[in-house]
Structures are given as C-alpha cells and as structure tokens.
C-alpha cells in the first residue's frame, strides 16, 4: 500500500444525504432498525439490511444513467449540470429477504433480522446479493427492466390492413347493407379510402422509458451451522463464499445449495474446555486461496486453504504483543475482535475491537502498525458497560479505497474517522444526527408494524451543513444511541452509516 503526501492529510467532511430520518418525537419501529450495509464493487449500489428481515437498495443517481439512449437531450444535460462531485444516491428497490421461523427440533425462535449482506460479481447486467440472518443464506438476483408508459392513446387509429378489417367485421352491425365484390362493407371501404388520403398525417404515440428492478431468490443455502451466523464473505474468484458462526466456517460454490465443505473447526470435543470463539471472517480480495478470521480473544488468524482440507491448524497468527500489562475482569471482554476488513490491496487488515481500531501488516504478526483509540473516555465506565451489557456491543469497521483513512462508530450516534499520518492519530469525530429530540431507542414501539415499504425509501437531500469536531469526545455518551454499522464508497471519499433507523452520507 503506498502513501502519498497528500493522502495522509485528514479530510474535511461534509454531510450529504440522509433516507429514512424521523420526525421529532416520531417512534422508532424496531424492525426498521438497520443491521448491516455494503457497497457493491464498483460503488454503484448500496445494499442495506434492517431488523425487519428486508434488503433495501440504493443505486448512485449522477455519472450512472448517462449512456440510457432513451434520456432526451436535456434531462443529459441536467444530469451534468447537477453533478455535485461525490455521489448522490436514490432509492432503487426493496424485497423481504427472511421470515420469522421456528426450529421444532431445538426450539429455538429464529428471528428475521439481516445480519450480513454481501455483493456478488454482476452478469448480464444483473446483480447478484447474498443476504442472511442467523441461520440461512440466501442468493437475490436482481434485474433492472426497461417499461413503456404510455402517456396519450389515439382514439381513432388508422385502419390499412385487411387483417383489421376482417377483425372488425365480426363486430360491425347491419350485415343486409351491400358489400363490395372483396367481401368488405361499402361503408368500411370509403372510411379506408378516407383514412389514406395524402394530406393527413398520422401521429405516433408518445411513450414514456421507465426503469423497474425485479428480484428473484435463486438459491438458499441452509441447514449448515448450528450456530448463529456472523460473517458471509465473496471469494476473489466469483465462484465461491464462505459463512462463518461462532465454531465453524464453511465454504460454499455458489451455484451448490445443497453442499458445502467445513474448513474451519474451533468446536472442541468438550465445550467447558472452550477458551474462544469466531466473531468474524473475511476473504482475501486478491488471491483466493487466503482467508482471515478473528476470534474472541483479539487474535486474527491468516489461513492458506492450499496447506491443508481442515485450515484451523495450519494459521499465521496475528496478536498485539504489546498489550500485555496490568489485567482486569474486563480485558478479555474488550479485547474481543468484532469486525476486519482488508485493503483493496490486501496487504493491511482493520481490526475492531470494543476500545480500539488497529491496523495490521500481513508481514508483521508481533503487533498492529498502528492503534487508534475511539472512546478511550469510557474506561472509566467498563462496570457501568458490563451490567447494561453495553460492552457486547459490536462495532464494524471500514477502510478508504486507497487505505489510508479508517473510520468506525461509537456512542452517541457518533462516527470516528482516523487518517495514517502526522495528527490523523486522533481522528475526527461526526454526529450523525439531525434531531437531537428524537427519543431513544430503548423506547421505541413494541415490534408489532410489518411495512410494505422501508422507511429507507424517504429520501432527505440537504447542503453542506454538518456538526463535526476533531478530537475525542468530551460530553457524556449516550449508550442508547450507537453507531454501529458503516460503510466505505469502494472508489470515492463517501461514507454510508446507520444511526438506528436512519442512512447518513458523508462526503470528502
């Protein structure tokens, strides 16, 4: 990963777009509380997972539709006369990805929430986007139709052929009248012959090119982990994937549902002798063959698939050498890993843990390069944490195209955005709120409302106007309110968080 001099001076963010916001005092549902979100590979669209089992999808509105040959010449030069700089994006469509189920042989309630949704390689101008809950995956395919509205009907069309005038003359009245020798009403015949004269024109219909998104599930990969799913991942090779749960991954052929190869084992033949667990799993977006999990312990494991069937006993290990000091009830706790990313390049690795964001070298397993602290404040509090369970909270992490900003949540629907270079150490921190009045979560509605519709399809446009501040953050943090879902555009300076039931866009 290279670093330019320009690349490592920390970005002036601003706000961009917001879907999905409330009205002051309006109740949060929790089912359009959001779970997850990625960026497709070209940054095209955006794909966006709630607790009501629904996928909903924004498609980038500027420098897309550009080439659509039916746009007129002036709706071409709107599109270039609103095009800001950074992407701006719209509602594209919505679908119920899962449903609620029931597992009579554990019974055990399977709720409907997405947990992790992921793009796959486009073909034929469909996209493809696996999504699952805590037990089933599940392979949508989405394809964009063009359909014809028509806007005026002409009432009395030209009748010139003789197929028509047959149709017509099961429907025409008074058959005593006389005909002509071709079989055709005399009437019929001068209307025809009044209808072809020279001087009259004919108008077509005018018609109106819409864009529609129809999806479809293709294949449904279940009954392979026997515990909660927490990480899907799509391998460089755009054939395969992989799903991990706490004890196991799995590695699947995405046309094959019904089978799938168990690569990863941690589940010991005695569980009270069980010291960790998975937390999250991520391929190599380069070479196919490397994979990389993390695990409750703050340990990142490098896996080589090409050693070995069974990869768990043949990984680099990746752990902070220098975090060995003064111990507590709650380190073990806080040291837990909740997300890595890769770089594009796939030389550095972001961790999150519940303190602190790390960045790591593939070729350096001693200790992170470099340690970002994100709400250090909240040391003092780690008991306060842990009886409000808090301190489970888990954070996701993500990365700029060109690796060198990081950015992650915390309390108080706060966005932490870090830089690689001199000051970015302390990073800048972005409320993503614009209601502060808003209630907190914790009293939202029971679960009880299924919409047709997301409230995501609410799009809020507005200028330039953002409540930003650099350093750390000095205020009391409310634990009701986090920031825990995020995303970085793949090709542009764009941020994607979720704050409760509300999408932020950030720009720079």
């Not at 990984?315 to 009830?329: C, E, M, P, T, V």
């Not at 890769?342 to 602190?356: A, E, K, P, V």
């Not at 972005?430 to 009045?437: D, F, R, V, Y």
């Amino acid at each position: 990963m290279t670093l330019s001099t320009d690349s490592r001076t920390p970005l002036e963010w601003k706000f961009s777009q917001v879907f999905g916001e409330r009205a002051p005092g309006e109740d949060v549902q929790d089912v359009d509380i959001i779970t997850t979100m990625g960026f497709d590979k070209s940054g095209d669209y955006l794909g966006v997972g709630d607790r009501g089992g629904r996928v909903v999808i924004f498609e980038r509105k500027d420098g897309k539709d550009t080439s659509n040959p039916h746009l007129s010449r002036n709706e071409l030069e709107q599109l270039d006369f609103s095009f800001t700089g950074h992407p701006q994006f719209q509602y594209k469509t919505e679908f119920q990805s899962h449903e609620p189920e029931f597992d009579y042989l554990k019974s055990l309630e399977i709720e409907e929430k997405i947990s992790k949704v992921r793009w796959c390689a486009t073909q034929n101008g469909s996209q493809f986007i696996l999504s699952t809950n805590d037990k089933t995956i599940k392979l949508w395919k989405v394809k964009e139709r063009r359909v014809k509205k028509v806007k005026e009907i002409d009432h009395n069309p030209l009748v010139c052929s003789e197929n028509s005038l047959l149709a017509e003359r099961s429907f025409m009245s008074g058959q005593d009248k006389p005909s002509v020798d071709n079989g055709y009403h005399l009437e019929w015949t001068e209307k025809m012959a009044a209808n072809m004269l020279p001087f009259q024109e004919v108008h077509p219909k005018i018609a109106d090119i819409e864009d529609t998104a129809r999806t479809r599930c293709r294949k449904v990969y279940a009954h392979a982990h026997d515990f909660n799913i927490n990480s899907i991942s799509n391998n460089s090779d755009g054939e395969t994937f992989i799903s991990a749960d706490d004890l196991r991954i799995n590695w699947w052929n995405l046309e094959i549902s019904d089978q799938c190869f168990n690569i990863i084992d941690m589940k010991p033949s005695n569980m009270e002798d069980l010291t960790e667990v998975i937390t999250s799993a991520e391929f190599h977006p380069i070479h196919c063959n490397l994979l990389a999990y993390s695990s409750s312990r703050g340990f990142i494991r490098l896996v080589d698939m090409r050693r070995s069937a069974l990869c768990d006993h043949s990984a680099r290990i990746l752990q902070d050498g220098g975090s060995h000091g003064f111990k507590s009830f709650f380190t073990e706790i806080i040291a837990s890993i909740s997300d890595i990313k890769f770089s594009s390049d796939g030389r550095h690795i972001l961790s999150r843990d519940y303190m602190n964001l790390k960045l790591w070298d593939m070729h350096m397993d001693s200790s992170p390069v470099t340690t970002f602290k994100v709400h250090d404040h909240l040391n003092p509090r780690l008991c306060e944490l842990y009886n409000n369970d808090s301190i489970f909270d888990k954070f996701d992490c993500c990365l700029s195209g060109d690796g060198t900003h990081f950015a992650t949540g915390s309390y108080s629907n706060l966005l932490r955005i870090f830089s690689d270079g001199a000051g970015g150490a302390e990073g800048i921190t972005i409320e993503a709120s614009k209601s502060p009045s808003r209630r907190p979560l914790r009293d939202a509605a029971p679960r009880t409302r299924r919409s047709s519709l997301s409230n995501l399809t609410r799009g809020l446009y507005r200028l330039g106007h953002e409540n930003s501040s650099s350093g750390t953050n000095e205020f009391s943090c409310n634990l009701s309110s986090k920031l825990l879902h995020l995303a970085w555009h793949p090709t542009t300076n764009l941020i994607a968080c979720a704050a409760g039931n509300s999408l932020f866009m950030y720009y720079a």
